[in-house]
């Protein structure tokens, strides 16, 4: 069983920075792509960022330029770096690794004040 452990979520001024991280029990390179995706109240869960295993990486549009996701062997995770950080960035982050199925994490908050 695949298990995710999301953490560096946080409150924040817009314009600064936080770091999440993801640790997967396993290799990260067993599994097909890993990334984030974040949940807004009153929205619908949206793509934030994601890396495959050949290392091909997606990034949301909003985020774009801002947001930096990478890949920590050693530590079998992976990191979002998010850089000017808005109000409209306030979600909670979830990471997600697919194969043949598509495994989540609980999430953790993300809080942007003006």
């Known amino acids: 069983q695949v298990q995710l452990v999301e953490s560096g979520g946080g409150s924040v001024q817009a314009g600064g920075s936080l770091r999440l991280s993801c640790v997967m029990s396993g290799n990260i390179f067993s599994m097909n792509g890993m990334g984030w995706h974040r949940q807004a109240p009153g929205k619908e869960r949206e793509l934030v960022a994601n890396?495959?295993?050949?290392?091909?990486?997606t990034y949301g549009d909003s985020v774009k330029g801002r947001f930096t996701i990478s890949r920590d062997r050693g530590r079998n995770a992976v990191d979002l770096q998010m850089d000017s950080l808005k109000p409209e960035d306030t979600a909670v982050y979830y990471c997600?690794?697919?194969?043949?199925?598509?495994?989540w994490g609980r999430g953790t908050q993300v809080t942007v004040s003006s």
């Open positions: 890396i495959t295993r050949d290392g091909v990486i």
């Open positions: 997600n690794a697919w194969r043949q199925f598509t495994y």
